[in-house]
């Protein structure tokens, strides 16, 4: 198959016997082979319908883009299906820490944080380092009694000391590779030197450890670019709508390209897979409405707990660390993220629409009272720059609370054919995309193991040398180091691909309207090469404005629009419809967190339709059943 540049710069996957078909010709870069521009869309959509694959995954959140990346690693043939976009649920609302889990020791399951330190290891030193990075927490110690309080003070901080010492030991030992500092023991000035905002009446002394932090949305993006870099067929707003059976044996897929025009005859159609792999995160549980018909069930249960955070400015908290602080019923972060703030999570049973999960006053009202406990000025609304709202996939059990479910994951194989995966944590996702494709190719035939824990993710070769190296570069393209630094920090050695859009247009190196974090040119390469297809795509998961901006990306929406248009080739129309959706959708957001609880702020958020047009998720698409993507 000859090469031919296209628009956007795909260069198809040469074929190659051996490994599934399809894999990156040595001529093509990484980069360019992992590509999701609008023509890779068009040809991976060909393929849906006319390959039969030796995997198919349903879900582009971070298990399913993991599952694509493993086996597309290990020669297989691989495509992935989302219904919306990438990471477009779960796994863009997260507290965006890797971590090990510090209170999973108070509760003694050591083994979830001897393999959730190991993950965090591999994913700031080998994996992601350009995504993952140290960042401290202090544990602030409770000051209370004057003398009396003394033994119990000493107490307290021998027993979170040990704590955080086993956390360190277990990163040392099994975290294959700590990429982290050790912790240290602060007195209650050292602590209020470090951290100024700290109330001293409150205060006894602290504990500073580190833990990862990342973009989770970055992360999934830059996983299912890997997986397209190794060959996958990689397609988002591409519903799976039912499982295609021959006798007892899921055979594919039936799904809906929602892109397609209404009525369009190529709108629904079929896809022929060996293995399917379900990686629907909270819709787990919608499996057995497909299943009833054969009598079978999942084999597990999914319930749903609402996580919400709130972001501040960085100027309403003085401090350089993170914070953790025990709450009645969890723990609470207040996490550095840039110029912000991140403050969460709450943990609540959510039973209501899953797309779109939404916070209430309440929720915010308890974050703030949580939160002002420990500083000396007390934040309020008026602080408050966004707000999400994300739902954990927990496995369920016996306890009425979510909090105390399970955060172990499970692979079952309820039809020949078709493996589910649920539960687990944002950290371990490359542990459960590994255990359910060697599920799937132990049913193959294949005996590859699993190689991606030596697989460094698309921007991560090269990082450090080209971090060390941030100055020259910065001279060489005429831009400021800072605007290096940002890049770096954000697509690692793909880096140069952006810096070349601006080379090549000088004004996509301006910073966007109403977000001047951000360049113009992170938007046109989102749409050209990261698989944005809506304008909410770029505002809320390729960069963070709608939660980073106290206008949530309204005054941002007309400029990405036009920058985004000139890529997908919008018309006038189509760029006035995406900037009117985007705006409904931040009023009925805003107007869900002025509701008193989960029922009325539900209400209020559906009352945006969704920009893929989804009516199954508000009961409305007739009697079919439709198989929803994870998040």
């Keep these: 198959m000859a090469l031919t540049v296209r628009p956007g710069g795909y260069l198809p996957p040469k074929c190659v016997a051996g490994y599934g078909g399809r894999v990156r010709d040595p001529n093509v870069s990484r980069s360019a082979a992992g590509q999701l521009s609008v023509e890779r869309r068009a040809d991976d959509l060909r393929r849906l319908r006319a390959e039969r694959f030796d995997v198919l995954v349903i879900g582009g959140g971070v298990t399913g883009a993991g599952a694509a990346l493993d086996a597309a690693s290990r020669g297989l043939k691989v495509a992935l299906v989302e219904a919306r976009d990438l990471a477009a649920g779960t796994s863009s609302r997260s507290s965006k820490l890797i971590h090990g889990g510090l209170r999973y020791l ?49 107490f307290r901080r021998s027993y979170y000391g040990a704590g955080v010492a086993a956390y360190d030991a277990f990163a040392g030992v099994f975290g294959g590779g700590r990429g982290m ?94 293995t399917v792999i379900a990686a629907t995160g909270v819709w787990s549980d919608d499996m057995s409405r497909m299943l009833n ?45 840039g110029g912000h703030w991140i403050i969460g999570t709450t943990d609540t049973d959510w039973r209501l629409d899953r797309s779109h999960p939404a916070a209430t006053a309440k929720d915010i009202d308890y974050l703030l009272e949580q939160v002002n406990m420990v500083l000396d000025r007390p934040l309020t609304t008026d602080d408050i720059e966004g707000v999400y709202a994300g739902l954990r996939p927990l496995l369920a059990g016996e306890a009425d609370s979510t909090s105390k479910l399970s955060r172990e994951h499970a692979v ?28 799937a190719v132990h049913r193959l035939g294949w005996t590859r193991p699993s190689r991606t824990a030596d697989l460094p993710l698309l921007g991560a070769d090269g990082y450090a040398a080209m971090w060390r190296d941030r100055a020259d570069l910065a001279r060489r393209h005429g831009v400021p180091v800072g605007v290096v630094e940002h890049l770096l920090e954000r697509y690692g050695t793909l880096t140069l691909d952006l810096l070349a859009l601006v080379d090549a247009d000088p004004l996509l190196g301006s910073p966007l309207a109403g ?14 090469a990261e698989g944005a297809l809506h304008l909410e795509d770029v505002l809320t998961r390729r960069t963070r404005i709608s939660i980073e901006t106290s206008h949530r990306g309204l005054e941002s929406a007309e400029h990405a629009a036009e920058l985004m248009g000139a890529v997908l080739g919008w018309d006038a129309a189509t760029r006035a419809r995406e900037v009117a959706h985007y705006r409904a959708r931040v009023e009925a957001e805003r107007q869900s967190q002025l509701m008193a609880d989960d029922v009325a702020a539900d209400a209020a958020r559906l009352g945006a339709p969704d920009v893929r047009g989804f009516a199954a998720d508000r009961g409305t698409d007739g009697d079919s059943v439709e198989l929803p993507s994870s998040r």
């Design 106 to 154: 108070e509760q003694l399951e050591f083994h979830l944080v001897h393999e959730a330190l190991t993950e965090r290891g591999l994913l700031a030193t080998r994996l992601a380092p350009h995504l993952v990075r140290p960042v401290p927490i202090l544990v602030p110690l409770p000051a209370e009694g004057g003398l009396r309080d003394l033994p119990r003070r000493f």
């Design 412 to 439: 079952v194989e309820p039809m020949l054919g078709l493996l589910l995966v649920a539960g687990g944590k944002y950290t371990t996702y490359r542990v459960m995309a590994s255990d359910v494709v060697d599920r």
């Design 293 to 337: 018909d054969v009598g079978l069930r999942p084999g597990f249960r999914v319930r749903a707990s609402k996580g919400v955070h709130l972001v501040v400015p960085r100027s309403a908290i003085t401090g350089e660390t993170g914070l953790i602080l025990r709450t009645a019923s969890s723990v609470l972060f207040v996490i550095p993220w």
């Design 181 to 274: 500092p050790l912790h240290r023991h602060l007195s209650r000035e050292g602590a209020r030197r470090i951290f100024p905002s700290l109330r001293p009446d409150k205060l006894a002394g602290a504990i500073r450890y580190y833990d990862g932090q990342v973009d989770d949305a970055r992360l999934v993006t830059t996983l299912a670019r890997t997986a397209a870099s190794l060959g996958a067929t990689v397609v988002t707003s591409a519903r799976a709508v039912g499982l295609i059976r021959q006798a007892r044996e899921v055979t594919g897929v039936r799904v809906r390209d929602l892109e397609a025009r209404a009525g369009s005859p190529d709108a629904e159609f079929e896809v022929r897979a060996r």
């Design 515 to 528: 977000a001047p974090e951000y360049l113009a040119a992170e938007v046109t390469y989102a749409a050209r």
